[in-house]
């Protein structure tokens, strides 16, 4: 009550001020400009791609950027939403730095890509009007959509690639292939303009993507077997495997488009996956109804069918359940995830928990094995299964003690997220500002071990009348309230999570 009355006062004598103001032209205080703000994150620390797509795809390049902006022009900074957006003339839009149409188009491995992905996504075209797309229709440079489900701004898939660059001291991830080192960070310049098309406020963000540790095995497995050790001998084996299991389906002998070529095939045909945008696998009869089974095989049609398993419960399981692989392998493929995720000399892992050295994917989430006796696989990409801060994954063990939910305050989460949980999807601070936009991509928290996850946070938070607590400083999450209410604090601090 008597704060309220406090209010009432101050903002009777703001009045009065005011008026005075009127009253004085050549004193008036004029509305401030705009002054906007730009954060921009990719929603994961690391997104897979293969080098070849001949034979068969997990994932396609896919990566998604989310963005909020704000006018930070108040005390109290306002969100821009597709509403205000439009009223003001503003556009909000991406481009990618490291990748562009003409650099992915003369990757030969892209190549592939362009060359395949209309078979695994009948309709698909790799590229319009010289543009390289994604499947969700978003190509390396366009305007982001909000999504006023999880209040940022949005481009879902961008077709983003490990390339080789021309500056090789980017070009950090070795190929299993042999080729040249290649760049797994590349990044992505995400920009505000006014409808006279001047820049308001931009950033840049780390989009990285790498390709996934399979081949580190498979391609020695395809030799040890009689066969060569290449994508396509590596694919001939994995498809002779697949027909001793349960299926038959040696998928190697599956032409889905019937030219008379093996492949390519989608695991996520006949697995369930949600990263796919999938709630229940097609099936191969769904997609090419037309499709064929080469001569020799030892399976019929009437063994094509989808599994019962997703695809995270075959990979996983089968890998931490196989004695080949544990005995001439891995024998610690439980705890080892980077034998996938995704290998290849990368770190998807990078954040401020990695620097606490004890910490490890499997306090997280969960080894193999838990991960398995817990059921998580029934739930792929779900936050029923996946991590929160105050909370690992069901299974998991962890050797420290998660944060307190105290510590965080009320999560606002979205009544109906596709995929991600509690931290991708979150929002704390008054309920509109996303976790990701102070604290950065999953795996790759601020401060990151990697400085170039810091550029950004470093660059909004870096000016010099700008103070920091001693052991802290402007590669820690954003908490300078400066930055986005002109008018508070310019020290560093703890933002209500509330
Ligand atoms: C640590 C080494 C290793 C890694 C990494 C690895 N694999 Fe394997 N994988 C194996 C071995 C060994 C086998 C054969 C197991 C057997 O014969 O019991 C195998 C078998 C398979 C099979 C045959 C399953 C069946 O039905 O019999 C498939 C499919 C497969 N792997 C896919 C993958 C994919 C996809 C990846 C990457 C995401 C991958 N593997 C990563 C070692 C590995
Ligand atoms: C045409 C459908 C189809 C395709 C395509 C397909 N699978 Fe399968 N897969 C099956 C079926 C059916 C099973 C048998 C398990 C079951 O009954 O659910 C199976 C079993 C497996 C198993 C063994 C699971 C276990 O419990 O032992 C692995 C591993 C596997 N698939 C991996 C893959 C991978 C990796 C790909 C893509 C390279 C793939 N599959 C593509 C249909 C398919
Ligand atoms: C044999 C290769 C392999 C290993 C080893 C592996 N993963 Fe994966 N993982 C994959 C692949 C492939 C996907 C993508 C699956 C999909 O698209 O649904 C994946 C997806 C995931 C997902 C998202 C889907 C889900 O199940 O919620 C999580 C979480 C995950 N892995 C955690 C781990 C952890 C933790 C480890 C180590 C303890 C690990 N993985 C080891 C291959 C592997
Ligand atoms: C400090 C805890 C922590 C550690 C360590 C950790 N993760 Fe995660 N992981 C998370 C959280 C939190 C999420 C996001 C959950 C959500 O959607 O909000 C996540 C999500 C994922 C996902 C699904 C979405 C995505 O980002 O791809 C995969 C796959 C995954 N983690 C794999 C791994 C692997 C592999 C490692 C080790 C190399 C690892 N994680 C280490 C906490 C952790
Ligand atoms: C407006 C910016 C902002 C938002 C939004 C925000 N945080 Fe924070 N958070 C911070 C800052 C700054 C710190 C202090 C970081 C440090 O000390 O390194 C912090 C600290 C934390 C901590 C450590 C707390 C402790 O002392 O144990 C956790 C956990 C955390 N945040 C989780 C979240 C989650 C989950 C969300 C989304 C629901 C979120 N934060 C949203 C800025 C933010
Ligand atoms: C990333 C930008 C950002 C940073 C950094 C930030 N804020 Fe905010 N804050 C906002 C936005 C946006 C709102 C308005 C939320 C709304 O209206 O839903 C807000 C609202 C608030 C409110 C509620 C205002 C009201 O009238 O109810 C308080 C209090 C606040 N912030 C305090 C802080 C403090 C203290 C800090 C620094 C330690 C801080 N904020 C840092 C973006 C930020």
Not at 130 to 148: E, F, R
Not at 286 to 295: E, G, H, T
Request: glycine fraction near 10%; aromatic fraction near 10%.
């Amino acid at each position: 009550m008597r704060s309220k009355n406090k209010f009432i006062a101050l903002t009777m004598v703001l009045v009065a001020i005011a008026m005075l103001a009127t009253a004085a032209p050549s004193l008036a205080r004029t509305t401030p400009p705009p002054s906007y703000k730009v954060v921009a994150w990719n929603d994961l620390g690391m997104h897979c791609a293969c080098p070849t797509f001949a034979g068969f795809l997990l994932l396609p390049p896919f990566n998604t950027i989310r963005a909020q902006v704000f006018d930070a022009s108040g005390r109290d900074p306002i969100l821009v939403t597709s509403a205000n957006a439009s009223s003001l003339g503003l556009t909000i839009g991406y481009n990618m730095i490291d990748n562009s149409d003409a650099l992915n188009q003369a990757d030969p491995y892209f190549q592939q890509w362009i060359t395949y992905s209309p078979k695994l996504f009948p309709g698909f075209q790799p590229v319009v009007n010289g543009k390289v797309m994604g499947i969700a229709g978003n190509g390396l440079s366009g305007t982001m959509a909000y999504d006023s489900n999880l209040l940022d701004w949005t481009a879902v898939g961008i077709p983003a690639y490990p390339l080789v660059q021309a500056d090789t001291t980017k070009n950090v991830m070795t190929d299993p292939l042999g080729g040249p080192n290649r760049n797994p960070y590349p990044m992505t310049n995400v920009f505000v303009k006014n409808s006279a098309g001047t820049v308001l406020a931009s950033t840049n963000t780390v989009t990285p993507v790498a390709f996934g540790g399979c081949c580190t095995c498979h391609l020695p497995l395809a030799g040890q077997n009689g066969y060569p050790t290449t994508p396509t001998g590596s694919f001939a084996y994995l498809g002779k495997m697949h027909g001793t299991n349960s299926s038959k389906i040696d998928f190697n002998y599956l032409d889905p488009t019937g030219d008379g070529a093996s492949g390519p095939i989608r695991c996520s045909w006949c697995h369930w996956d949600p990263a796919m945008g999938e709630s229940a696998a097609p099936g191969l009869d769904k997609v090419w109804p037309n499709y064929v089974i080469m001569p020799g095989a030892t399976f019929t049609k009437a063994n094509v069918v989808v599994s019962k398993y997703s695809f995270s419960d075959v990979v996983h399981r089968f890998h931490s359940q196989s004695t080949k692989v544990l005995t001439q392998f891995d024998a610690n493929v439980a705890t080892n995830c980077y034998d996938c995720h995704p290998g290849n000399n990368v770190n998807c892992y990078r954040g401020t928990h990695k620097a606490k050295t004890t910490i490890w994917c499997v306090d997280c989430h969960g080894n193999l094995n838990q991960r398995v006796a817990a059921g998580q696989m029934t739930q792929p990409w779900k936050a029923s299964t996946l991590p929160t801060c105050t909370s690992a994954s069901a299974g998991a063990t962890p050797a420290f003690a998660c944060h307190a939910t105290s510590a965080v305050g009320g999560t606002t989460y979205p009544a109906s997220p596709t995929l991600f949980g509690k931290f991708i999807n979150g929002r704390g601070h008054k309920g509109s500002i996303k976790c990701q936009t102070c604290h950065g991509e999953a795996h790759a928290e601020a401060p990151s071990t990697m400085t170039l996850d810091n550029t950004q946070l470093s660059a909004m938070q870096g000016s010099t009348s700008y103070s920091f607590p001693a052991g802290k400083d402007k590669t820690y999450a954003l908490g300078v309230c400066n930055y986005c209410h002109s008018g508070k604090t310019t020290t560093w601090g703890v933002p209500p999570h509330q």
